[in-house]
């Protein structure tokens, strides 16, 4: 091995060795009390190396989002090439591929829905924000084809692929801000996978044709 390839070894080594720690602390303290310094501490290394890896805490976590939507597409990809008998079939496997991306990294992915829908984008270097909408668009693109894969057998509603794609997406993101929100206000009650359960199966009898 080259120093070259030695160097990037260990440059690799050191980033997730900061995203390890960087998990632990938005963890234990939230995204919006923890700190550089706290992640830092964590990691055991100085506040300076850290921003030679990662230009902001937003970054950093926008890191950690990435892995939610790496995880997002092996989980579509395996729904879209399973055998399956029918469309209902697939479809629970859809509902059940949601399920597991929830349950990966509730933290993360909550988060990661937050980011998504404010100024934090701006914050982040081109690259990471092109790699977010990279994984985002493929993640649609594969929801997409499962539809269409109904729609073509004429057993889903002939609309539009992407639309209900992105529907089904946000059904999603919006029920687990949302039950997640009045899980604060009263921690005894999780309603979670419970509304999930009743909205899937609004949502696809609502597209279903029998």
Known sequence: MGIRE????????????????AKRVFTDKGFSKATMYDIAKEAELSQGTLYLYFKNKDELYSYLSLRILQYLMIRLEHVRAEPVSGVTQRLNALKNAMYDVYEFDPLILINMFHM??????????????????????????????????????KRLVDY???????????????????????????????????????????????????
Request: hydrophobic share 40%; proline share 2%.
């Open 6 to 21: 030695r160097k990037e070894r260990e440059r690799e080594r050191r980033r997730q060795q900061i995203l390890v720690a």
């Open 116 to 153: 998504q829908s404010s100024e934090t984008l701006k914050k982040l270097s081109p690259d990471i924000v092109d790699q977010i909408d990279k994984l985002s668009r493929s993640a649609l693109k594969v929801m997409a084809d499962i539809f269409e894969d109904g729609i073509k057998n």
């Open 160 to 210: 539009k692929p992407v639309v209900v794609a992105d529907i089904f997406w946000s059904l999603f993101s919006g029920i687990i801000l949302w039950e997640t929100s009045k899980k604060m206000i009263d921690g005894e009650k999780d309603f979670l996978k419970t509304t999930l359960d009743t909205a899937f199966e609004i949502f696809f009898r609502g597209i279903s044709l029998n």
